[in-house]
């Protein structure tokens, strides 16, 4: 039976009786594990810390040109000579190359009319070094490693291959990836070596899928996707241009009547690439930041905006507590930007503030339109380009650790494979934005208990660098309130509560809230953000509740004022969304005795949850509910709290040995 004569219709149902047999001997229509693939495993912490900035943006323009309009393409990919200099060398091959044909295995056969190209499979090892052939190897393959450092796309081997098309010769409308026919193959990429001045046909006729996305899916992993039509684009074969695409398109090769080379390179995984790309991309982000007279606020939110590779979709909540002067040094800059309308506030008077839990407490409460994903951080931040990808990455890199383990032990639910929360004590910056380069990442540890003024004893954590070049997040034990990344379910299943005027001890009152719901702490592999660990530029409240303890009275003069303040200053001039909250919550205490009083009740709560107290006899007696029993909590952290003894393993944040900390 001559096989040309068929449809692809009919061809696929041939295809699928012999699936067995074409399976079983494909391999001798395709290169050999040693020529065709390039393994990605063991060069990834080799070569993450030599992508530049620039690489990361190339990527991202190929991922979103593809999913706007179906293909990108980039003329001048590397410098002419190279090209030129490529291409001599390909033609000095041209009697290694091969005539073209179609199928794989037993239903492989050979007609020239419907594709008359010569091939080779080629790969680096293949090529001598330092030759230029060599050089656009390694610029092809590098296009791979950065996909997947960006987007975690898990495309774990290429092929690439020389064609040369000449005297009319074309290739059929086909596809490069179906069910039957190298089904992993995800990105098909193509570089032209044509003649400067002449293109002579040999064009790319690329039948697009358009399709919409519907953001609303079944699982945290299954998208819904609806074809629309198809539509078809026609690419010339520019000397030195590069054009991608999915694998899965139908395309075709117009008859070239001059010699054309190329170079074809595939890329392969097991991963759904575009549904992945989704997710982290079309996604959305909860940001919660709770601000105490911070002039940084505004620069935090233009540098988050500005580095997101998505900025469309973040939505970020901000508990504002300021005073009616701190309008005058322009700090809220950020109410007129073209951003502002993904910004809500709750604006609170310093004078109402009662701590950072009960800022994110509203912030939670009143702000948070369950968001696919949540991050929590200070008003005084800067971020590393890309941090959103880069967050969902290593978040879900996380979860693939939490799925492996699973299989290798006890199973879990995909919920709790999904419970996992991204948390450091971040690299420091410098007024204005001085980010130092090639920070390490860091890892949190417990350093001590200690007591402050009133006799308050917690444990005080810190951070520790890890030396070492990692290529995915590493198991660690602690929580920075400062900067935590995870599922927005986290803020369902572990709410913030209120714990008015409480400062230390809140990172481990949510830890133990956490670890009783199974949540597993991660450290980044990399400094995402940066965080101003000098506080010269703002007050704190502490301060500010020691300068006016002698005057904290809350007359109505001082509530109508700060009302109008806020009509005038706030809701009219802005483009933020200003939220109104049960003034009852946020109701101003009168006597500083009392607000100590609830804070030590505060703070008996959390010593109580960590069993560093018996139950509080000071205060009200209401904090003193029933507690379970904590011993897995202190063999998790590596912590005695009674005894306030601290094991190695919390002085190392969980990491074994082999780490380099310092």
């Known amino acids: 039976m001559n096989l040309s004569q068929l449809t692809p219709d009919l061809k696929l149902k041939l295809l699928s009786m012999l699936s067995a047999s074409s399976s079983s001997s494909s391999s001798s229509s395709s290169p050999s594990s040693s020529t065709r693939t390039t393994s990605n495993k063991d060069i990834v912490s080799e070569l993450d810390h030599t992508i530049s900035k620039q690489d990361k943006q190339f990527i991202l323009s190929v991922i979103n040109s593809i999913q706007e309009q179906g293909y990108f393409i980039k003329d001048e990919f590397q410098p002419n000579d190279l090209t030129q200099q490529t291409k001599e060398q390909m033609i000095e091959m041209k009697t290694s190359l091969h005539q073209a044909g179609m199928g794989e295995g037993s239903t492989k056969y050979i007609n020239s009319s419907l594709r008359g190209d010569l091939f080779k499979w080629i790969s680096e090892h ?10 656009t190897l390694s610029n092809l393959n590098r296009i791979r490693h950065v996909l997947n450092y960006v987007f975690n796309l898990q495309l774990d081997r290429n092929s690439i291959q020389i064609a040369f098309y000449s005297n009319g010769a074309r290739y059929v409308r086909h596809a490069d990836a179906t069910p039957l026919q190298s089904p992993d193959r995800r990105l098909t ?10 293109i002579d046909g040999g064009s790319l006729q690329l039948y697009r899928k358009e399709r919409s996305f519907d953001n609303e899916y079944r699982t945290p992993y299954e998208y819904q996707f609806k074809e629309i039509s198809e539509n078809q684009v026609t690419v010339k074969p520019l000397f030195n241009r590069l054009l991608a695409f999915s694998s899965e398109y139908y395309h075709e090769v ?7 080379f190329s170079l074809t390179m595939w890329m392969y995984g097991h991963v759904d690439v575009w549904q992945r790309i989704r997710e982290y991309s079309r996604t959305t982000i909860f940001v919660s930041i709770c601000a105490y007279r911070d002039s940084e606020l505004q620069h935090t939110l233009k540098d988050m905006f500005e580095k997101a590779y998505y900025p469309d979709r973040l939505r970020v909540g901000i508990c504002l507590q300021v005073h ?19 910004i809500k506030e709750i604006i609170i008077n310093y004078k109402s503030s009662k701590g950072p839990c ?24 800067r971020f590393d ?3 959103d990808v880069t967050l969902i990455k290593q978040l879900h890199q996380c979860e693939e650790e939490e799925k492996f383990t699973s299989n290798m032990s006890v199973k879990k639910s995909p919920l709790a494979i999904s419970k996992c929360i991204l948390t450091t004590y971040p690299v420091g910056y410098e007024l204005p934005n001085k980010i130092p380069e090639h920070a390490q990442p860091t890892i949190m540890v417990a350093k001590s208990f200690t007591k402050d003024e009133n006799g308050f004893e917690m444990l005080r954590l810190g951070a520790r660098v890890m030396m070492q070049h990692l290529s995915k997040p590493v198991k660690s034990i602690f929580f920075a309130a400062g900067f935590a990344f995870s599922r927005g379910s986290l803020v369902l299943e572990c709410p913030y509560e209120e714990l008015p005027y409480l400062f230390f001890g809140e990172e481990m009152y949510m830890l133990e809230k956490f670890h009783s719901k199974a949540y597993q702490i991660y450290s980044p ?29 809350m007359d109505i003069r001082w509530t109508l004022s700060w009302k109008s303040f806020v009509e005038n200053h706030f809701k009219q001039f802005t483009k933020t969304t200003v939220v109104n909250i049960d003034s009852v919550e946020y109701e101003s205490i009168n006597d500083a005795e009392q607000i ?27 904090c003193s509910h029933p507690n379970e029993d904590s011993s897995s909590f202190f063999e998790y952290c590596g912590i005695d709290f009674t005894q306030r003894r601290i094991y190695e393993k919390a002085q190392r944040g969980g990491l074994p040995q082999h780490y380099t900390l310092i």
């Open 126 to 135: 293949d090529v001598e070094e330092n030759t230029p052939l060599r050089k």
């Open 189 to 198: 990429f193509l570089l032209y070596f044509n003649d400067k001045s002449s």
């Open 254 to 260: 117009l008859p070239s009547l001059s010699d054309r």
């Open 324 to 342: 009616e002067n701190d309008s005058v040094n322009d700090e809220f800059d950020y109410r007129n930007q073209s951003y502002s309308h993904q």
């Open 358 to 381: 009960f800022a994110r407490f509203l912030i939670q409460k009143y702000l948070y339109q369950q968001e696919d994903y949540y991050l929590q951080i200070d008003s005084h931040m």
């Open 385 to 387: 380009d890309g941090w």
């Open 525 to 553: 592999s990399e400094p995402i953000v940066y965080h101003l660990w000098s506080r010269s530029h703002r007050k704190a409240l502490w301060q500010d509740q020691q300068e006016e303890s002698s005057d904290r009275r």
């Open 596 to 622: 100590q009083c609830i804070k030590q009740h505060s703070q008996h709560m959390v010593q109580r949850k960590l069993k560093m107290i018996n139950p509080p006899m000071t205060c009200s007696d209401d």
